[in-house]
């Protein structure tokens, strides 16, 4: 008999879910963009209905459901199933999200916060396979992470440990959607690269991009000024290894709090890799503690987009493992 599990990335713009073997083989997958407009209730009963249709398409071919993972993006108080803050659905705020899927889905359902998923799934068959100890973080319009130490998922008191996006920086720096100053997030996420460019333009020294904005502050992002770096705009190059310093001394405060074998670095700003990884792994090499820093790699995502589907296969399967 196939053993299947299903797992669900409900992401910042996406879902994605996967019909996942044991192995860790995706069998099948759909995709469909969020409307990010709508109710948190719309988007959770079509995520049921398509995880439902899913499983049963299977269940009738004789496969076996050993399970379904749902990454979310936000905070969510996984002891509670309680949605604490989502950056895509504002309403999901508060949302009893367990609760929801034991009424709506006769199958166990495991939730987890979509960067851990990423972490996760990466460690299960990415960057960080066979690694022990590992942090991930993806850089997005946000920055997510999470954190395993001897092999499991360090989860807290609430289950909310690891927002790495949220580790200060800079005690004076710009606010961040935290409510707090200086956060990692503030300086490695695309947004953080279109205020350091805006920043650049105003001090006069974005001339490159803004050119090719077509002088259009407005349609200033991150994709822009790496597109403007790639054409061998010096300025534009700056500004990515400005964000990989502060990035690097992010690093620098993981390597020497978990002695991390590998750090898994993924989400859409990591495609400018060439342009930060030389500046972040500087800054290991000056402020890292001896031992942990020549130990540690520092290493591009490998699952892409499937990296969420994965993690949140894998959190179901080793739920059932624990129990
Ligand atoms: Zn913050």
């Not at 050993?66 to 969510?76: D, E, F, P, S, W």
């Not at 503030?186 to 650049?200: D, N, P, Q």
């Not at 994709?223 to 700056?238: L, P, R, S, T």
Request: net charge negative.
């Amino acid at each position: 008999m196939v053993k299947f599990l299903i797992g669900a990335d409900v992401g910042a713009t996406n879902v994605r879910i996967g019909v996942v073997t044991p192995e860790g083989e995706i069998l099948e997958r759909i995709e469909y963009p969020i409307d990010s407009s709508g109710k948190a209730s719309a988007l959770l009963e079509q995520l049921v209905s398509n995880l439902n249709d899913l499983s049963e398409q299977r269940i009738k071919r004789a496969n076996h459901l050993i399970g379904i993972g749902v990454g979310i993006a936000g905070t969510i108080d996984l002891e509670r199933g309680i949605v604490y803050e989502s950056p895509n659905i504002k309403d999901l705020k508060g949302f009893r999200i367990r609760d929801f899927f034991r009424e709506k889905i006769s199958r166990p359902v495991v939730i987890e916060n979509d960067a851990n998923a990423f972490t996760l799934g990466e460690g299960w068959m990415g960057a960080a396979k066979g690694c022990q100890h590992y942090c991930g973080l993806t850089l997005g319009t946000g920055v997510g992470g999470g954190i395993v130490v001897e092999g499991r998922l360090l989860r807290g008191a609430e289950g909310l440990a690891g927002e790495v996006g949220h580790m200060v920086i800079y005690s004076e720096g710009p606010a961040c959607g935290c409510g707090g100053r200086g956060c990692l997030e503030v300086y490695a996420s695309g947004t953080a690269i279109r205020r350091m460019a805006l920043e650049a333009i105003e001090r006069g020294v974005g001339g490159g991009i803004l050119k090719w904005v077509g002088r259009d502050l407005a349609r200033v992002t991150s994709e822009k000024v790496f597109e403007v770096a790639q054409y061998g705009d010096i300025e534009a190059q700056e500004i990515f290894n400005e964000m990989g310093r502060y990035l690097g001394l992010g690093l620098v405060n993981l390597i020497n709090l978990f002695n991390p074998e590998r750090i898994v670095i993924g989400g859409k700003v990591s495609q400018a890799w060439d342009y930060f990884i030389g500046s972040v792994t500087e800054t290991i090499r000056e402020r890292a503690m001896e031992g942990p820093k020549e130990r540690v790699e520092i290493v591009r995502a490998r699952c892409g987009d499937d990296a969420g589907i994965l993690g949140a296969a894998y959190s179901a399967l080793s739920a059932l493992l624990v129990t």
